[in-house]
């Protein structure tokens, strides 16, 4: 089975600071990615999906790159409002798998 | 608007069984794949289970492949979990989602609110 690892696992910058969050799979799977975000205590929402299309309703300070086994979530100006629990997760079959997640915490 | 409504949690004894539901609206259900997806308290999402659009084709993660069942009514908008054989282990939320298609290999579009499961004595 294909194993997604996330890094770093966690995180603390300030507002206005470019985040970059690391996705590796442990074998190709092209651009079936997906990235969500879980806010503490809410349930987990889609930000971009195929690597690096966003989600309708996304802001756009959030975006997506890489193909086959490197992937990137960048959030290009970090706010307050974007405290949470980042997660990749492939799709290249029907068994789904998510990376261990990345906590990101305001400085 | 997309909904998806999960019932059935609760506490229950290792070795029971507990069947979870989820009723589905907003959405032409028996258009898309759905899926289960845990998340044991303060860890990461895990995959559980995936359903096709039609029910013709259903995967599972390893950790749970022979002790529980996917299954769906497309008649009644409702997904199920047939959860047997459980373990302390398989304490978590268990959240109901729709995918993005209507087979498996696509993102999760909508997340239930989850329905706790306790397995303990």
């Known amino acids: 089975d294909i194993q997604m690892t996330q890094s770093p696992s966690s995180l603390s910058a300030s507002v206005g600071d470019r985040v970059t969050i690391t996705c590796r799979a442990s074998?190709?799977?092209?651009?079936?990615l997906a990235w969500y975000q879980q806010k503490p205590g809410k349930v987990p929402k889609l930000l971009i999906y195929?690597?690096?299309t966003l989600q309708s309703g996304v802001p756009s300070r959030f975006s997506g790159s890489g193909s086959g086994t490197d992937f990137t979530l960048t959030i290009s100006s970090l706010q307050p409002e974007d405290v949470a629990t980042y997660y990749c997760q492939k799709y290249n079959s029907a068994r789904l798998t998510f990376g261990g997640g990345t906590k990101v915490e305001i400085k | 608007q997309v909904q998806v409504v999960e019932s059935g949690g609760g506490v229950v004894q290792p070795g029971r069984s507990l069947r979870l539901s989820c009723a589905a609206s907003?959405?032409?259900?028996?258009?898309?794949?759905m899926h289960w997806v845990r998340q044991a308290p303060g860890k990461g999402l895990e995959w559980v289970a995936v359903i096709w659009y039609d029910g013709s084709n259903k995967y599972y993660a390893d950790s749970v492949r022979g002790r529980f069942t996917i299954s769906r009514d497309n008649s009644k908008n409702t997904l199920y979990l047939q959860m047997n054989s459980l373990r302390a282990e398989d304490t978590a939320v268990y959240y109901c989602?729709?995918?993005?298609?209507?087979?498996?290999?696509?993102?999760?579009?909508?997340w239930g609110q989850g329905t706790l499961v306790t397995v303990s004595s």
């Open positions: 195929a690597a690096s």
């Open positions: 989602a729709k995918g993005y298609c209507t087979d498996g290999m696509c993102p999760i579009h909508r």
């Open positions: 074998q190709g799977i092209t651009n079936y």
């Open positions: 907003g959405f032409t259900f028996n258009s898309y794949g």
